[in-house]
């Protein structure tokens, strides 16, 4: 239940600006990001299944359990405040807090640190190839808005 409902929060975050501009239907944009989430399971899934659950703490059925349950209570709550928020990190913060409350030795620290440096990476990323094709696109005289 929890990877369905990650899967979708992943699809309509990432189609959601498709069906906001009219680019698409709610329905085409489904399919789209059906079709780029099931890309991404056949081709990244297996590595990134991997180091969430083996590179970020030594977990076993309890902690994993009580990792879900968290994920599932700060979305919830954020969602029920208006704030968004990202299943993803909620999950990671989840498991390192379980982890942290079993000790220290249990967080392997060196691949949470790559995780952390790829959020702070990854929406600067965002920004600056937003900005550069948004430039490209203005100067070859095709209107954005």
């Known amino acids: 239940m929890a990877s369905f409902a990650m899967g ?16 698409f239907t709610p329905l085409a944009a489904g399919i789209v990001g ?19 659950a083996f590179d970020i ?18 979305v919830l709550c954020a969602v029920a405040f208006g704030f968004f928020t990202s299943m993803n990190q909620a ?4 498991m390192t807090g379980a982890g942290l409350a079993r000790g220290r030795h249990t967080v392997k620290a060196a691949s ?10 990854g929406p600067g990323a965002g920004i600056a190839a937003g900005y550069l094709i948004a430039l490209a696109v203005g100067l070859t005289g095709t209107r954005l808005s």
């Open 8 to 23: 979708a929060n992943d699809v309509a975050n990432a189609t959601g600006s498709l069906v906001g501009t009219g680019t």
């Open 34 to 52: 059906g079709l780029g989430l099931a890309a991404g399971v056949l081709t990244w899934g297996r590595p990134l299944l991997r180091k969430v």
């Open 57 to 74: 703490v030594e977990v076993d059925r309890p902690m994993a359990t009580a990792a879900q349950l968290v994920q599932a209570a700060v």
């Open 91 to 94: 999950l990671i913060g989840a």
């Open 112 to 121: 949470l640190y790559g995780i952390l440096r790829g959020w702070v990476l």
